[in-house]
Each structure stands twice: as C-alpha cells, then as structure tokens.
C-alpha cells in the first residue's frame, strides 16, 4: 500500500494538468489514464467505493453541463436549431460550439471526479484522517470517533427499532420516526459521556487547554486579509498583485497551522514507510505536470468559439500525461 | 488585565470569522462578478475557500481541546454522517436531507462552534466513508459549517420573544431551516456555475443581466431540489424539535462546566 | 498506595452525599473488591482514584484522597493517567480507534511518547494479555471478553501501578467473564499491580481477593478488611457463602474447595435423606405458546432447527445454551421479529406465523437485552402510555390501570421522573411495564439479570412470581445457574440451534457439567440447588436423626 503523501501528490499534479487545459484530446487522455488507475486499484469488494462509478458520473454529468452551456450562450457560429424567441429565458439558437464548450467542461469534472475516485480508493479512511496536519488534532480526534461510530449507531438503530416494534409502534407517519431516533439520540449522548471519561483516563486533556493562541491568531488574520485582498485585486483585473497576495496569505496561514501543531504535545504511532513505490510514483506524477505544462504549451488552450475546429495535439504532451499511469504500475 | 485580553481575543475571534465569510462569499460570487476567467479558475476558487475554511476551523477548534466536547462531537457526527448515508443510499424526494435538522438544532444549544465544527465534519466524514471526496468538498464543508455556526443568531430572537420552551422556538427553528434548505443550494450552485459555465456565456454589461442570467440558471436546475430540502428541514424540525431541545438542554449541564479547586 | 482519608463527596444537585466520610487504606500490591449495591457509591470511589470525580462530575469534595503519593484533585485524570489505569463497564463506549494496536497507543500518543518506546510498550501490552494475534483486527469484529481486555491492555499501556475496574464483567457472558478475571488475576501478580475492582457477581472473583471494602447503602461506616472479616456484613452473598454463613462455617470458605471440606463433613456425619420436594400435581391445562418444528434460517446457515417448545399458564421456563445456540433467534421469532423457515407457533391456539409484530407483542411481551432501547418518553409514566397509544387503547380502557402496574413494580415514587436517569433495575422495571401494561399471557425475558446486582435481582425473581401465581407464562433466557435454581419450573437446554434437554432444574443442571448451580458442587448427591434447598434438607435430617 502506498503511502497517503505520494497519493497526495499524484492527486495534485493530475488536477493541475487537467485543469489548465480545454483541448478534447488531451482531456480524454488524461480521463482514460485516470479510469485505468481506478480500475487497476479497486479490489473487489472494497467498502470504500465511490458512490457513482466514474463512467456513469460521465454519462450524466457531461451531457447535462452541454445541455445546461447551449441555454446560457448563445455564442457560435454554427446554430444546429433555434428555439423560438418567444420562450421565456431558453429563447434562442442553439449553437454546436455552446453545446461543445458546455461538454468539455463536463469532461472536465468528470476527469477531476475520476482522480479524486483513484484517491478514495487507494487511501483507507484512517489513513486519510492520520493526513490532517497536527493543528488540527482535536478534529482529527472526532472524525476517527466519528469513523468507529457510525457502523455502531446503524446497528443501535437496527436493536431500537425492533424494541419499538415489541411495544407496539408502527412506522406510518413521519411523526413515528421519532421513537427510532429519540433512544438513538439520548443513547448516544450517554455513550458519548462515557467516551470522554475512557479518553480523559487515558491522558487526553480533560479540561479545554489552549493551544491557540493570540498570537496565532493574529497571524491567521494577517494571511485572511492577504488572500481576501488578493481575491479583490484578482477580481479588479490585477491578477499579477492578487495572486501573489493570495500566495502569500496562503503561506502565512500555512504558519498559524505550523504554530499551532507545534503546541500540540503528541506522537505518532503508525508510520508507514516511504520507498521506491513511492519515489516512483511521486516522480512520475511530477514529469507528467512539468512535461505537460512545457511541450503542451502551445496547444494547451482549445476555444471551440466562434466556430469548431479540430484540436491540435503535441504528441511529447500526450505522452507526458502517461506519467500519471505510474500507481497502477506498481500497485502489488 | 484579564478582561482586556479576553475582550481582544473576543475581537480578533469576530474579524476571523468576518473575514472567512466574506472570503467565502468573495468566492461564491465570482463567477457572477467577473467576466472571462481562465481554465483553471474553478480550482483556484475552492483553493481559496478550502484555505478560508483551514482559517475558521483553527479558530473554531481552538478552545476545544476537551474530551468531552470531543467525544460529544464525535458520536454526533457519527450519527449525522450514519442519516447522510441513509440519505444518499435511500434518495428522498429530490435535496431532502435529513443532515441539517441535527446541525441546527445543536448548534443552537450547545453554540456556534459546536454547530460549525458538526456541520462541517459530516460533511468531512461522511464524504470519506461514502467515497464521495471531490472538488466540490470545500463548499459543502464551509457551507454546512456556516449553517450551524449561524443558528445561534436565533437566540435574540427567542429571548425577546420570550419563547423559550414553547412551540414558538420550535417554529422559529423550523423557518430557519427552510431559508437555509434554499440559501444552501443557492450557494452551492454558485460554486458549480464556475464550473459548468466558461467563457462566451456572454457576459453582460450590468451586474443586474448576470444576476438575472443566474436567476434563470438557479430556477431551471436547482429550485425544486432546494425547496425539497428547506420543506424537509421544515417537517423534520416540527416533528422531532421539541423532544430533542429537551433532550440536548438536558445533558447541557452534564456536559459543560468546568471544575474549580476548592480552597484549603 | 492508596489513601482515602474522610473523603466525602457530593454529586451536583444530589440530595445527599454519594461518600460520606470515608476512610481507608490500600496497602501496595493487594487485589481489592469493592461491594456494595446499586447506588452505595462503588463506581464513585473508583473514580475518586484517577481525578474523574470530581473533575469530571463536578460536585464538591472535601477530604484527602492520595494514590501512589499523587493527588488526583489536583492532578486531573490527565495527570493521574500514568498512575491509575481505569476500565469501564461497557465494552462498546470506551474505544476511539478503530484497530487493537491503534487503541492500545492512543495513551501513548497522549502522552507524547517516542515512536520507538510505543512501539515496545504496545507489544508488551498486548502479550501481557495474550492479545498478540488479534492485533489488526479491527475491533469491531472482536467479543465482549476480547473487548475488555484491549481496554485493560490500553489501560494499562502507560504502566501505572494501580488498575481501577468498575464492573468489568457485568456486560459479558459467565465463560468470558471468568476468563477475563483469570487474566486480571495472574496480570496483577505478574506486575505487582495494585487492583481496586468492583463487582457484583463476587462468587467469581472471591478465591482472588485478599481485601474487601463493603459500602453500605444506609449511610453506615465503610468497612475494610480481609474477606473472612467483612463478608460476615454484607446483607446478600453468594450461595456459598450465606449457607457457610447461616450453618456458623469457620473460617468462612471463600472458594468451593474450602466449602467442599464442610460439606463432605457434615453429609459423612449424618445420613441426609433426600428431601422430598412436594409434588405438584401438574394440571395439564393447555399451554399458551407452543411451537412445531420451528426452523429458522439467517441467509444459508440455519440457526434453529426442529424446535418443539410449549410454554403453560403459571410455570417460569429458563433457556440455556451456549453463546450462538440460537436462543435469542427463538425469542425473536416467538414476538414475530423473525420469520421462520418452517413450523407452527400458535398463541392460545391461533397461528402467529402471520401476525405483525405490533399484534402478536399485545399477547407475547418480550423485553430485549437492553431496555434501553425501548425509553424515549420524559416520565415513566409517559412510557406506559406510549404503549396503551401504539396499541389504539384509550388509557382509561387500558387491563390494567398504568399506576397500578408501577406500584406493583416498585416504582410508585418515581412515576414522574425522567426515566433514563434512573438506575439499571429501575430502568429495567419501566420496560416491564410498558410490555406488561397490555397485560399480555406470555413473558418472554432476554437476559434480564446481566448486570444487576443481588437486590435488584431479588426483586425481579419477586416480580416474576407474582406474576407466575397470576398465571403468567414466563420464559428466561439466561446464563445464570444460581437463578435458575431459585426460580425455574423447567429448563430447556438449546445447542447449536437444537433443544438437547428438558426437564426439572435438578435433574438439567446436575446432569451438566458447565451450568451447576454453588450448592450442587458442594453436595453432589443430593437433589438440592439452593440456599433454601440445603437448609431444609439438612434440617430434616437432623431432625430425623434425633427421632
């Protein structure tokens, strides 16, 4: 099993290479890299699937967005049919460039969707919550109690309803959820009670202690004003300003994280180990992303407006994107 | 000296959480402000949220080191993530979801930052447990986070209401779920607009055309999802509000208090 | 060690004091048992140990309380956690991760130990209690008994040098319980541990102890001792132990076969006759439930198979089996919570295998595991109502008066409280009550005594046959011998999904190796299973001795 971190980057790199780009080949690409990888890392039976399989997630969501683009622009040259002014809002051409604009950004999504699929599948849960940086302990804390929890709260669910049924409760109305979910309720707050006695005996801080501080607090509104005035600057047209604002700010955050972690007395257990997988899998994901961004430069860009061309394509680019294929090669 | 700290940190509490929302709301809107973004905008929108969001969450959790608070928000978030998936597995009537009555309800009782540190983990959670981990996340988590950190906004309404215990709170909540049910959906479509709509949807002049240009987006895809959940949050609440405050007040004392050493 | 020194507490909002002045020593290294009922403030000594109370409870403390020369009011049970491990009651409420090795290093994370040193300290804690091929496993796969011993195994991850247990045992089976108190017992001498336990079931535990602290419920003082010192005080004991008590045995025996020495004594001295247990003539009415070759089914494997039960008016019918022998499956499927594969059920003569759930309970009462699950209302007397309403009868039309039925369950006082606050066998009681206000013609009882302790158990055996001399058909699922011998007409014994046995309590249980009630140890070849049992036996033949 790979460890989360190169995970983490392998997701980064493919979302920036596929964001930066609208050209239909290059994005069909990289959608086909992405689905091998889901396809070569899920196992059978795997509890942590993703709900819509991404083949599926395409087929809804990629005619919808073109549907949704030909309503709202009315931009193209070439009109496939028009709809009568006289509707109210969706009066008006059609154009195939609005439909094929709108479908790529759908495949876009779909591509994102995919990545993020590989990710959930590759990473188990805990190890995605071990992830959250050590500022944010407490919480890391909860979703692992929430994690243990959940399956228990539908068993106790399953035991309330079949003591409600012994008394005589039928489910009719929505009014008759109640003594499901009172017992469940009531349950869980006297469980919870207990929990935080079990963790207060074992060394967990059992009065609040603070480990924010006013200085961390200062510094987090530092970085907010950075990345809100950057956010304006970008919005006024200064983009070069704004995102080295935002840049910044996103940095100066990083720190009040850093502060924070620093004030946090705990140690970890498990660690997994960083091999050549990992190497592997990192510098691949990393040429991908710098080939991608450098041979494709030219043809990166697609505008189907104001009239549909065929994309272009660099064949070093498409090859580049290969890179992202490296999980699945060494996944045992 | 100790009054004057307190008040300060109360101050720099209040100006992180004006900042993130109007970070968020910067975020939102942008699409609608700004006319010819580039590819990658979308990304970098919930990049910036994301962060606004890391933000909160630091301010938020920071007086929560608590195995209490903790282990209370944690069977919580189970049991909020364990509806989410019933949600998800048995679909409702279009957006119902059953999520938002807990989040409210608790979030006005036991205080904004339970509320928000809820919202937000089931969201967090029950994305991991369901798989469901996509670029969307962010706006969902802030959302939702912003749901229960609003609902203590109620208390001066209640209080000059005197209604305290009274169906009347009861139905306060119930018509603060149904304008959250739609300010939600209307969000979180704002976030997806970024995505679905490029550049050559034209862009028109006024700030007043992309408002109605909106409008008609909003009306054709999400309307009848977002009333579907503001009435559900509406039924949800007048069925199961009262017993619950009840149950929550009741536990409220077990749960929050701090022992001070008694004198030699 | 450990210290108490007039140490009274009070809980928030509470009447009256929960400790009162208590005072005592704990000398380093002793294995010692807290006892007492429901109520007279075990599990809040406990908790004085390790700064839980009060920090945890609120409340006001007043006195000295020292462990290990460390103070846990002032420390917190942060502080206190390298010095005093703790294990709870509940299996299923004490673990935050989601693995057996994870858990066991949440301490240690806590604690911020190095990485190499949790290592270490982790498999030693998990040899300490034989947990080492269980260590991936996740735990929500493990049982009960496996549970509580990953909770000691954290506990004790820290290396303090006292371990404070409330209740360990009470939520596990007779089997798991006995190996998890064998563990703790060569644990504590293998590490020099000093062991506060508190128990209710001491016939398990007694052997062990070399310290009892008896907390009285009606405010008298505590008493601290040796066993053979205290127990002599203690209103309710183990069978053993009250007969040794009543015939003047001394030295008090604390394990069988101390009592055995006794008891061969006095059957070599006089030939005890066997006393006859009058007959009851048996009036074969018809019975209200009965079953043919009923066949339930979970998926492929079949959990019961072929079973012919019938249950009459007035007669307490225990079940016993093994875990797994199917015997809540038969529970289950008698209220008409499962459907069966094949066979008859018929109540009074009319098939069930039909009804709904909701009918066939107006007949067939039945109060699961945990009666907690039933409770949601604000009153106890809400609960009643409840039910009355889910049935369609108006609560003035209701067979018996709703006020009525809690005064005969003992809880005319607290018609108006809150359930959930209530104690264990009050909370238990409640549930009866909504099950029984339909004044159904069948009881049938899930493990009902797991968990309580002698008094609220003896209430319950009242409460049953009150209901028995009404006519009442009552069927007992459990694993305790000592109340079938008290209490069952009949046992049946299931395994693997087959009845193997039925008959009287004497001739089931003596017949069995594993379910043996104390007394049937002591005198193997008498007809006699209880306290009672052996008195009059031994009384008849006294006196017919001297005639």
Redesign the interface.
């Known amino acids: 099993m790979l460890h989360a971190a190169a995970w983490f980057v392998w997701l980064t790199a493919a979302l920036i290479a596929v964001s930066t780009t609208r050209n239909p080949l290059y994005l069909t690409l990289a959608l086909a890299v992405f689905m091998t990888t889901v396809y070569v890392i899920r196992r059978p039976g795997e509890t942590y699937a993703a709900p819509l399989a991404p083949g599926r997630f395409a087929l809804y969501v990629i005619p919808l967005a073109a549907f949704i683009n030909a309503l709202l622009s009315r931009v193209g040259e070439t009109i496939l049919f028009a709809i009568p002014q006289t509707w109210p809002l969706i009066g008006g051409p059609i154009t195939a460039e609005a439909l094929v604009y709108g479908a790529l950004n759908g495949l876009l999504l779909t591509a994102l969707f995919t990545a993020f699929a590989a990710l959930n599948l590759a990473v188990p849960i805990r190890d995605l919550i071990r992830f959250i940086p050590r500022a944010f302990y407490p919480v890391a804390i909860v979703a692992s109690i929430a994690v243990t929890f959940a399956p228990a709260t539908l068993r106790q669910m399953q035991q309330i309803r079949e003591a409600q049924a012994i008394r005589g409760h039928r489910m009719r109305r929505l009014r008759d959820w109640l003594p499901l979910f009172m017992p469940l309720l009531t349950g869980g707050l006297e469980r919870a009670l207990q929990l935080a006695e079990a963790m207060a005996s074992r060394g967990f801080a059992s009065e609040t202690a603070q480990i924010h501080t006013g200085r961390t607090q200062a510094v987090s509104i530092v970085g907010l004003l950075g990345i809100l005035s950057g956010g304006l600057l970008t919005a006024w047209q200064q983009a070069s300003w704004g995102v080295a604002l935002i840049v910044g700010g996103s940095l100066t955050i990083a720190t009040a994280l850093w502060l924070t972690g620093r004030s946090v007395p705990h140690t970890t257990y498990r660690r997994t180990p960083w091999g050549y997988r990992e190497w592997l899998v990192t510098g691949g994901a990393l040429v991908a992303i710098a080939g991608f961004l450098s041979w494709g430069e030219a043809t990166r860009a697609y505008n189907p407006y104001p009239i549909l061309t065929w994309p272009a394509f660099d064949a070093l680019a498409g090859t580049a994107l290969l890179g992202f294929l490296l999980p699945a090669l060494v996944v045992e | 000296m100790l009054r004057f700290l307190w008040a300060v940190r109360r101050l720099l509490r209040v100006l992180i959480y004006a900042l993130t929302t109007a970070i968020g709301l910067l975020a939102f809107l942008y699409p609608v402000i700004v006319s010819g973004q580039a590819a990658s905008t979308p990304l970098l929108l919930a990049f910036v949220v994301g962060l606004s969001f890391v933000a909160l969450l630091l301010e938020v959790q920071g007086d929560a080191v608590n195995a209490k608070f903790i282990a209370l928000l944690g069977i919580l978030t189970a049991m909020n993530a364990a509806l989410r998936f019933a949600e998800v597995a048995i679909p409702g009537p279009g957006g119902f979801s059953p999520i938002f009555f807990l989040i409210i309800v608790t979030g006005y009782v036991y205080g904004g930052r339970f509320g928000f540190l809820l919202g937000a983990l089931t969201m967090l959670v029950s994305a991991l447990i369901t798989g469901g981990v996509g670029p969307w996340l962010p706006y969902q988590i802030l959302t939702a986070g912003w749901v229960g950190l609003s609902s203590p906004l109620l208390h001066p309404l209640t209080r000059w209401l005197r209604a305290e215990g009274c169906w009347t709170e009861v139905a306060l909540l119930a018509s603060f779920g149904l304008g959250w049910g739609l300010l939600y959906g209307a969000l979180l479509n704002l976030s997806s607009w970024a995505f679905i709509v490029g550049p050559g949807a034209p862009m028109p002049a006024t700030f007043r055309e992309t408002v109605r240009l909106y409008g008609a987006f909003y009306v054709t895809t999400s309307l009848v999802w977002d009333l579907a959940r503001g009435l559900g949050n509406v039924a949800l609440t007048l069925a199961f509000g009262a017993p619950t405050l009840r149950a929550l007040r009741r536990f409220h004392k077990r749960f929050s208090f701090t022992y001070r050493l008694q004198g030699p | 060690m450990i210290r108490l020194e007039h140490v009274t507490y009070t809980y928030?909002d509470a009447a009256r004091p929960a400790l009162r002045d208590v005072s005592l020593s704990i000398p380093a290294g002793a294995f010692a048992l807290v006892v007492g009922t429901s109520g007279a403030g075990k599990s809040t000594l406990l908790r004085c140990l390790?700064g839980?109370v009060?920090?945890?409870s609120?409340g006001?403390?007043?006195g000295r309380v020292a462990v290990d020369g460390l103070d846990p009011?002032?420390l917190?049970?942060?502080g206190m956690?390298?010095a005093?491990?703790?294990v709870?009651q509940?299996p299923?409420?004490?673990?935050?991760?989601?693995r057996v090795?994870?858990e066991i290093?949440?301490?240690?994370?806590?604690?911020?130990?190095?990485?190499q040193e949790?290592?270490v300290r982790?498999a030693e804690a998990l040899a300490q209690l034989h947990l080492t091929p269980l260590r991936q496993r996740k735990?929500?796969t493990l049982s009960g008994g496996e549970k509580q011993r990953v909770?000691i195994a954290?506990?004790l991850a820290?290396r303090p040098r006292v371990l404070a247990l409330d209740e360990p045992t009470s939520q596990l089976d007779p089997q798991s319980a006995v190996e998890l108190l064998d563990a703790l017992v060569r644990l504590s001498k293998a590490l020099g541990l000093t062991v506060v336990l508190a128990e209710h079931r001491l016939e398990r535990i007694l052997p062990f102890v070399d310290r009892i602290i008896y907390l009285p419920d009606d405010g008298a003082p505590v008493l601290t001792g040796p066993p053979r010192d205290v127990l002599p005080h203690v209103p309710l004991l183990p069978p053993l132990q009250a007969l040794a008590r009543t015939l003047g045995w001394s030295p008090l025996p604390l394990t069988l076969e101390e009592g055995r020495c006794f008891s061969t004594d006095l059957t070599n001295q006089a030939d005890l006759l066997i006393p006859l247990k009058p007959v009851q003539s048996v009036e074969k009415k018809a019975p209200v439930l009965e079953t043919h070759g009923l066949e339930v089914a979970y998926g492929s494997t079949t959990a019961l198979r072929g079973v012919d039960v019938a249950l009459y008016p007035r007669e307490i019918v225990a079940l016993l089996g093994r875990n797994g022998a199917g015997k809540t499956t038969l529970l289950?499927c008698l209220?008409g919570?499962l459907r069966p594969r094949r066979g008859e059920m018929l109540v009074e003569g009319r098939s069930i295998a039909k009804t709904?759930?909701?009918d066939v309970?107006?007949q067939v009462?039945?109060l699961?595991q945990?009666?907690?699950?039933?409770?949601?209302a604000?009153t106890v007397l809400d609960e009643l109502h409840?039910?009355l309403h889910?049935?369609g009868i108006p609560v003035g039309d209701a067979p018996i008066a709703p006020e009525i039925l809690l005064e005969r369950l003992g809880l005319r006082d607290k018609i108006q409280q809150?359930p959930?606050d209530l104690s264990v066998g009050e909370r238990q009681r409640v549930a009866l009550g909504?099950?029984m206000v339909?004044q159904p013609r069948v009881l049938l009882l899930d493990e009902p005594t797991r968990g309580l302790d002698y008094r609220a158990k003896a209430q319950l055996l009242d409460l049953l046959r009150n209901w028995r001399a009404e006519g009442l058909a009552i069927l007992l699922v459990t694993h305790d011998v000592e109340l079938i011998a008290e209490t069952a007409d009949r046992v049946v014994v299931l395994d693997q999904g087959e009845i193997v046995a039925q008959g009287r309590p004497a001739e089931v249980l003596r017949a069995s190796l594993t379910f043996t009630p104390q007394i049937a140890h002591l005198f193997p070849d008498r007809d006699w299973l209880t306290v009672e049992d052996a008195l009059a036996g031994i009384r008849n033949a006294t006196a017919s001795t001297r005639a």
Request: proline residues 9%; glycine residues 4%.
């Open positions: 928030p390790n839980l009060p920090h945890f609120g006001t403390l007043t009011v002032a917190a049970p942060r956690s390298r005093v491990g703790f709870f509940d299923e409420a004490q673990f935050v991760m989601d090795e994870d290093a949440f301490a240690l994370e806590n604690a911020a130990i190095p990485p949790m290592h982790v735990l929500e909770a954290s506990a820290l289950k209220v919570l709904d759930v909701a309970c107006r009462g039945y699961p945990d009666p907690n699950a039933l409770l949601f604000d409840i039910t889910n049935h809150y959930r909504a099950i339909t």
